[in-house]
């Protein structure tokens, strides 16, 4: 098993003035683990990285497909949107599909993760509306789930509600795990999150990837939504739509709060999964583009738009670059600043 050095830094000059240390596991095809970082049983919450299995048992039901809904849908469901206009229009009509509208939705408001669609939506002098929230997609069909079930939408979001009972059953078997071995609470948009180990997602990634390669049908239409409407699954400008697209759907990958992210190797059925133990998103993205080099699956030179998320010049209020973000460059790496003088 190959370890990697993934601990992310901040240098001001020539110092380290902070340190992010990087949890993360890779699994193979056969559920094997195939390299670490720090801990790679680090059990943590898995956030929206836990999207595209969420809505794995509204499409087993058939009920995904009563409604009418297609890959764009899918898309939106399994992904983290910035909130911007064509996000929040999909999310609109698929509201009006259920006869639904956003009063609805579990989820609180939220101003757009997108700089575009915050841009707009300040521009435009619209109020934030919860169908900018990041996961309405997920709360839309969530929805859909519960209606076409027959089920109260009301409560929908709650562990108890038969939604999140399918939803806790389906997530434990894609990890390999009983459901009562998932710790439980509650997301930021309001609906249950679960909490397990690093590996045990890697897992399900990799059975996702392994899955959609023999031609699984959910899996397959979950990886082929998320690989032809990258859009969808981020933004403009955004993490994971990028990677997809810089990798023509070759990896597939899969923000999550808190420092946390899920990746898969489509044509390798290589899962991964890794955890910032102190939750900065700033350090999530270098280290999982150099994790993905190191396994060979990106190259040393990276294009233009991931480039600037590996080594992210951090600059003053004037616009100079005083320093930057990126993998610390040896094993052990600590602060550098020099003590301060005693007073």
């Known amino acids: 098993m190959r370890s990697h050095e993934l601990d992310v830094v901040l240098t001001r000059g020539n110092a ?3 340190y992010h240390r990087v949890h993360a596991a890779v699994v193979g095809d056969s559920d094997k683990l195939l390299g670490e970082a720090g801990d790679p049983r680090a059990v943590t919450f898995w956030r929206s990285s836990a999207k595209p299995f969420q809505i794995m048992p509204f499409i087993a039901s058939g009920g995904f497909d009563t409604v009418g809904w297609g890959d764009e849908q899918l898309a939106i469901a399994c992904g983290s949107h910035g909130g911007e206009p064509e996000h929040v229009a999909i999310i609109e009509g698929m509201l009006g599909d259920l006869g639904l509208e956003e009063g609805d939705l579990a989820c609180g408001p939220q101003e757009p993760l997108a700089p575009r669609g915050a841009k707009i939506l300040r521009e435009s002098g619209m109020r934030t509306k919860r169908t900018h929230n990041n996961c309405s997609g997920k709360h839309t069909a969530m929805l859909g789930y519960a209606q076409r079930g027959g089920w ?29 071995q998932l710790e439980l609470a509650i997301d930021g948009c309001g609906v249950v999150v679960f909490g397990l180990p690093l590996d045990r997602m890697a897992r399900a990634y990799a059975r996702l990837g392994s899955a959609a390669r023999r031609g699984e049908e959910i899996a397959q239409r979950v990886v082929h939504a998320m690989v032809t409407n990258p859009f969808l699954v981020g933004g403009t400008d955004r993490f994971d739509s990028i990677l997809i697209e810089e990798t023509e759907g070759r990896i597939v990958s899969k923000i999550g709060a808190e420092g946390v992210h899920s990746a898969v190797v489509l044509d390798r059925g290589l899962g991964i999964a890794l955890k910032v133990e102190d939750g900065s ?14 396994l060979g699956e990106l190259p040393d030179t990276l294009p233009s738009r991931l480039a600037e998320f590996l080594r992210k010049p951090v600059r003053n209020t004037r616009g100079e670059v005083v320093g930057e973000i990126a993998v610390a460059a040896g094993a052990g790496t600590r602060f550098t600043v020099p003590a301060l003088a005693s007073i």
């Open 16 to 18: 380290v003035e902070s």
């Open 152 to 180: 109260p939408i009301e409560g929908y979001e709650r562990i108890e509600h038969p939604v999140q009972q399918s939803i806790l059953n389906h997530v434990a078997l894609w990890a390999d795990m009983r459901a009562s």
């Open 281 to 294: 998103s700033r350090a999530q993205y270098p280290a999982l583009l150099r994790l993905l080099q190191e």
